[in-house]
């Protein structure tokens, strides 16, 4: 009672000598308000950002693909700015220099480029024999890493086989082993015709442009002017075969996983058509250096087979994008 009473004797005086009405919400001075805490005594860590870590591994956003697409687009107004540039003849390039070529050189070019469009023939026809083909499709379908080493055990083997037998004009052991090759090329990549055949042929298309672009560059730009470009391409290589490892790892639906696929899909797209640049100067260079009388005569397989890679590789990954692997699949 006595606590009740000098509260609220205080309570009227304050009210009393104040002029204007006391608000609902006006509490005294000598009122005691005790807070009783609903938090533990005990400190708790919260984080307020996530770390690291979980922003890498996160969901992909829907511009998961805005870096490669961006990288790539910027690559194809160089290219664009380039084929002007050499096109109009500002240097003299290769092409204003053909017409003193003596005929091997011509030969050797022209036999260079008869295996490149012979490897691509027998690579069409030994995946669409294997994709017709179950018993062989499941072979070279089967996931796991004992199908991985395999796979990649027959492609890089029989290359290095292919390449270092001695050449010898005529249908030899080279020829078949040049065959062999190719045939196994096109086996492994046989599973890419469950794309369909609309999506591989504009993928053809697309690829005929792009070769045929980038050739024309190498022809009519400067003897050499590209042949100095092999160590960034090597590195750029090696970052594209890295991302590709590590994203067998990862799903392509994380962050992280998404940014590692569109750097194997639209940086090996770049980097190969690089390559092609200095692969198609380097057979031109060749043909023109190696000695008629040599000790070793020239070898126009070994030359197909750098170009031949960079055009399967470029035809491998626009097909890709145009599946919608490159995040442009319409909704």
């Known amino acids: 009672m006595l606590s009740r009473l000098c509260v609220s004797r205080s309570a009227f005086s304050v009210t009393h000598t104040l002029k204007t009405p006391v608000p609902q919400r006006f509490v005294p001075k000598n009122y005691v308000v005790r807070n009783y805490a609903r938090e533990p005594r005990s400190r708790v860590a ?66 260079t480029y008869g295996y490149i469009a012979g490897s691509l023939v027998l690579t069409a026809g030994s995946a669409i024999t294997v994709f017709r083909t179950p018993a062989l499709l499941n072979l070279v379908a089967r996931n796991g890493w004992m199908s991985i080493i395999v796979t990649m055990a027959l492609m890089i083997g029989s290359g290095m086989v292919v390449r270092g037998m001695e050449y010898k004009p005529g249908f030899g052991a080279k020829q078949l082993a040049w065959m062999v090759h190719t ?11 469950f794309l369909g055949g609309p ?16 050739s024309t560059i190498a022809v009519c730009a400067p003897s050499g002017e590209f042949l100095n470009m092999r160590a960034p391409l090597a590195m750029g290589l090696g970052a594209v ?32 058509g690089g390559f092609l640049l200095y692969d198609t100067q380097a ?49």
């Open 283 to 331: 057979i031109i260079k060749r043909a023109e250096m190696h000695p008629t009388f040599g000790f070793q005569p020239y070898d126009p397989i070994n030359s197909a087979i750098s170009v031949y890679l960079d055009i399967l590789n470029i035809f491998m990954r626009i097909a890709m994008i145009l599946s919608g692997g490159g995040g442009n699949k319409r909704k």
């Open 46 to 111: 919260t984080r307020s950002q996530p770390t690291v870590w979980e922003r890498l591994m996160a969901p992909a956003g829907p511009n998961a693909f805005s870096l490669g697409k961006g990288a790539l687009a910027g690559a194809s107004a160089v290219g664009l700015v380039a084929l002007c540039y050499y096109g109009s003849g500002v240097k003299p390039g290769t092409l204003q220099e053909a017409h003193l070529w003596p005929q091997f050189v011509k030969d050797r070019i022209k036999a």
């Open 241 to 272: 075969f890295a991302a590709s490892i590590a994203g067998m790892f990862l799903p392509p639906t994380t962050a992280l996983g998404a940014g590692l696929y569109s750097l194997s899909l639209y940086g090996g797209l770049i980097v190969f």
């Open 199 to 214: 999506v591989l042929m504009r993928a053809a298309w697309y690829t005929a442009g792009v070769v045929g672009g980038l």
């Open 183 to 193: 045939g196994i090329m096109g086996a492994v990549i046989a599973p890419i015709c």
